[in-house]
């Protein structure tokens, strides 16, 4: 179980980038599905062949910031195993980034082997706790909670997207950060982000049809990105999992990959659509959402 529960943790923690454009840019939301396929099989416990679908929605509220993405995955391995594994994952972050909420739910064959939800709340100081819910196993039992430190500094998925691309439209090339999601049970991690030079608006090639991709929101500047994460938990000097992709200041990648141990995973996008901005009342000195 442990080698089918990584490689959909691991795509979704992918899926923590697509999130929202750089500081100064307006937000918007967006519904996405990328094609998932094994790029570079494993020699060992990994899987040797690996197809699937990821679906991630992002939609702006008055409030702040709701995203859901399913990931489904068949699975081979090299004993000859075959799996199906599906992950469904939603959060809700406040727009002063201060407040946090996500479910997890992980099937194995369509029968459920994990489940979780819980809430995160990030002080003024920059610290915070994150709080995990896990069901009983017994139909009348209570749930367990266990309590995470969230260290000082920090981020929640969407501010630290809206901290990594203000930093690449500033020129920076390193931005280092710790960074929790709820996608996983392993708490905050620790990334390590190498921004390569800007890139003038270009519209990516696809072999998606036209009107399945909405091509407008890739007129913008655009960043080759390197995202290092390390689980907080544990000492190590090479990274749990590395993410590459392209990533545009409208919010948007084309496609990534994301390498874990002796194995990579690519995802290329087949359908980006933009939804409608909500309309919330505006605040003094605050404009109006798109």
Same mark, same amino acid.
């Given at each position: 179980?442990?080698? =089918? ?47 699937? *679908?990821? $679906?991630?929605?992002? /939609?702006?509220?008055? +409030? ?20 199906? !594994? ?61 309590? /995470?430190?969230? @260290?000082?500094?920090?981020? %929640? ?6 901290? =990594? =691309? ?6 920076? #090339? %390193? ?5 929790? !999601? ?11 982000? /190498?921004?390569? @030079? ?18 407008? %929101? ?12 390390? !689980? ?7 990274? !749990?999992? +590395? *993410? ?21 995973? #690519?995802? $290329?996008?087949?359908?980006? #659509?933009?939804? @409608?901005?909500?309309?919330? @009342? /505006? ?8």
């Amino acid at each position: 179980m442990a080698r =089918l529960g990584r490689v959909s943790r691991w795509v979704l923690g992918g899926a923590v980038g697509l999130t929202a454009p750089a500081a100064g840019a307006a937000l918007f939301s967006y519904d996405s599905s990328y094609d998932v396929q094994l790029a570079r099989g494993s020699l060992s416990t990994g899987p040797r062949a690996a197809s699937g *679908v990821l $679906d991630y929605r992002f /939609v702006e509220t008055c +409030e702040g910031w709701q995203t859901r993405s399913r990931v489904i995955m068949d699975l081979t391995f090299r004993d000859g195993t075959m799996i199906t !594994n599906t992950r469904d994952f939603e959060s809700f972050e406040s727009r002063d980034g201060r407040d946090y909420s996500f479910t997890v739910r992980t099937t194995k064959g369509g029968v459920p082997v994990e489940a979780f939800r819980g809430t995160a709340k990030i002080s003024a100081r920059g610290s915070g706790l994150a709080v995990y819910e896990i069901p009983s196993p017994e139909p009348d039992g209570k749930p367990r909670k266990v309590t /995470v430190t969230l @260290p000082k500094g920090t981020l %929640l998925p969407v501010q630290h997207t809206l901290a =990594l =691309l203000e930093r690449a439209a500033k020129g920076e #090339r %390193l931005f280092r950060s710790v960074i929790f !999601n709820g996608a996983s049970s392993v708490g905050p991690r620790a990334m390590s982000s /190498v921004i390569g @030079p800007q890139l003038a608006a270009a519209r990516p090639s696809s072999d998606a049809p036209a009107a399945d991709v909405d091509g407008a %929101l890739f007129d913008a500047p655009a960043w080759d990105i390197n995202l290092a994460y390390y !689980n907080l938990i544990e000492r190590r000097d090479t990274p !749990n999992f +590395e *993410v590459f992709q392209r990533y545009y200041a409208s919010g948007v990648a084309p496609s990534f990959e994301q390498q874990f141990g002796d194995f990579t995973i #690519r995802a $290329d996008l087949d359908r980006l #659509r933009r939804l @409608p901005a909500p309309t919330c @009342p /505006v605040s003094p000195g605050k404009p109006k959402s798109r």
